[in-house]
């Protein structure tokens, strides 16, 4: 059974209720973030450079902005998208509009890279809520919902309208947003939300304040619109009929449970044949279980912006997800022995020989193993007294960091996912013709 192809244009709302999707039935084909509806309906920058950022999706993105490439990217994947999965929260800081008529959206990129302070003389900010923001964003939404319908006629558009989250998991009101309360917010989001439905012809997924809540620790961090992952699991329901996948529950809390996969983050039993109930943990799953939840909250800083999605499970491995070429890659951390085993996953399984291929282009050593066709080791890193001390993290930094750069082929051509040099064996070229 052929996927469900997912354009994503929104911000980490629809990308984590994304990653809440059965892999099996949904594959993500684009995502455009930071940028405004005002920008992709206006004219490309050309008074100024976008700003040079660290994280590789960041610059992407901002880049994406400057060059208003919504526009040509639903015409590029518009026969190849049958769900339109849009939210308007890269909305909330407004746009710069430039003396030539050009617009930027002002994303927490633009603020946090000093590049503000270098746009052109003459720019206007044009502030979310205002009325002059509002009749600007009519006109561009309007204009923006034409061609998806134009480019994506034969594709399902889902606008998310989830509330701001005003309370925690943890019972805390949440924290503003750039001096904006959520109660303020879903406010002025009304009759952006009431625009943008009409101009997308969208069916609309709501959840009001009632029935959301922020999770204090989300991966992206706390704030009103990075929910607890029920939120995310109603989302899914409510959007697609059948239940969303348990992604964060376990490593969401990891810092704070005592075994990695027995418990979600609202402190919810997780069981199955694979996720024993904490009480019919073994000793040495628990320590286990510790010494993975460890892992998890030392990556999360070693690694910002990087080892984001990331959950204990089985109470033996850690994972983390990411996208390279449209293809979802994972690291699996094993602790066992008093070793951790890292191994590189490639959820489908037909792309093993390309992961191979770039991890010999990459100068990754890594083993083949026989009876997994979905992975290789690359690295084992032993503790001292099964304790995860700063020595084991910068070894497992050191080597995740160098096979993320082989596989994202940092300073190299990208490979050509569908070349049959890369197989070895014609029967399997066959998957990607």
Request: net charge negative; with cysteine; hydrophobic share 40%.
């Amino acid at each position: 059974m052929s996927k469900t192809r997912v354009f994503i244009y929104g911000s980490c709302v629809s990308r984590d209720t994304f990653e809440h999707f059965d892999p099996e039935q949904f594959e993500l084909v684009q995502y455009v973030a930071r940028q405004s509806v005002l920008s992709a309906y206006t004219k490309p920058v050309e008074l100024m450079a976008p700003p040079t950022l660290e994280s590789r999706f960041q610059q992407r993105m901002v880049t994406g902005d400057f060059s208003s490439s919504l526009r040509s990217l639903l015409s590029t994947h518009g026969s190849a998208t049958d769900l339109v999965l849009v939210d308007l929260t890269d909305e909330r800081l407004g746009a710069y509009l430039l003396p030539d008529g050009s617009m930027v959206t002002r994303s927490v990129e633009l603020i946090e890279s000093g590049a503000e302070q270098y746009l052109p003389q003459g720019t206007q900010h044009i502030a979310f809520g205002t009325q002059q923001h509002f009749e600007y964003w009519s006109t561009a939404m309007n204009y923006i919902g034409e061609r998806v319908q134009h480019h994506m006629p034969q594709a399902t558009t889902v606008l998310l309208d989830i509330a701001w989250a005003e309370w925690s998991e943890s019972g805390t009101q949440t924290p503003d947003s750039f001096g904006l309360k959520a109660s303020e917010a879903n406010a002025i989001f009304r009759p952006y939300v009431q625009v943008a439905t009409q101009a997308l012809g969208a069916h609309v997924v709501s959840m009001d304040p009632a029935e959301v809540m922020s999770g204090p620790h989300h991966p992206w961090g706390d704030a009103p619109f990075h929910y607890a992952e029920k939120v995310y699991l109603e989302t899914v329901r409510r959007l697609t009929g059948t239940e969303g996948r348990v992604v964060w529950g376990p490593g969401s809390e990891a810092a704070a449970l005592p075994t990695g996969a027995g418990y979600s983050g609202s402190n919810r039993a997780v069981r199955g044949a694979d996720n024993p109930p904490a009480s019919d943990l073994t000793p040495e799953d628990k320590i286990r279980g510790n010494q993975l939840a460890a892992v998890c909250g030392w990556l999360r800083k070693e690694l910002p912006g990087h080892w984001t999605k990331h959950a204990v499970w089985k109470d033996t491995v850690s994972a983390h997800d990411f996208v390279a070429q449209g293809i979802t890659f994972a690291f699996d951390i094993h602790a066992k022995d008093n070793t951790f085993v890292v191994d590189i996953v490639v959820r489908d399984k037909q792309y093993l020989p390309y992961l191979e291929a770039l991890l010999r282009a990459g100068d990754i050593a890594f083993k083949d193993i026989g009876d997994k066709s979905d992975r290789v080791h690359f690295t084992r890193v032993g503790m001292v007294n099964e304790i995860v001390d700063e020595a084991t993290i910068k070894k497992l930094v050191t080597a995740i960091k160098k096979a993320r750069r082989a596989i994202d082929q940092e300073g190299r051509a990208p490979m050509d996912v569908t070349s049959p040099a890369l197989y070895g064996k014609t029967d399997a070229r066959r998957a990607f013709a």
